[in-house]
């Protein structure tokens, strides 16, 4: 069975900082893209990011570029999001996800798995 468990999630004033992780079970994490989406009250979910299984490559969402970082730990079977220059409107509960391929890992429709979601608050 599939399980993938957000954590990290918080509180945050505007400017700051939160990492996020994701642990991943009952897959070959090795061989996953493992994606983060995020769904602010009130919108569609959307994209945040995502990582291919080796060699990596690596895509963010454009409002996320250079403030945002993802990483994959193969060892721990887990994922990372670094949320650096926090703004309000990243406000949402965020979600990862599991593909078996890189292609289409901008699209959530194209994930097998996902987590239950943590919730990210970054206040003004």
């Known amino acids: 069975q599939v399980q993938l468990v957000e954590s990290g999630g918080g509180l945050v004033q505007a400017g700051g900082s939160l990492r996020l992780s994701c642990a991943a079970s009952g897959l070959t994490f090795g061989s996953n893209t493992m994606g983060w989406f995020r769904r602010a009250p009130g919108k569609e979910r959307e994209f945040v990011a995502a990582?291919?299984?080796?060699?990596?490559?690596?895509y963010y969402e454009d409002s996320v570029k250079g403030r945002f970082t993802v990483s994959r730990d193969s060892a721990r079977n887990t994922v990372n999001l670094q949320m650096n220059a926090l703004k309000p409107e990243d406000t949402a509960v965020y979600y990862c996800?599991?593909?078996?391929?890189?292609?289409?890992?901008?699209?959530?429709?194209?994930?097998?798995?996902w987590g239950q979601g943590t919730q990210v608050t970054v206040s003004s």
């Open positions: 990582i291919s299984a080796s060699p990596i490559m690596i």
């Open positions: 996800a599991a593909k078996p391929r890189w292609l289409g890992s901008a699209r959530a429709e194209n994930y097998n798995y």
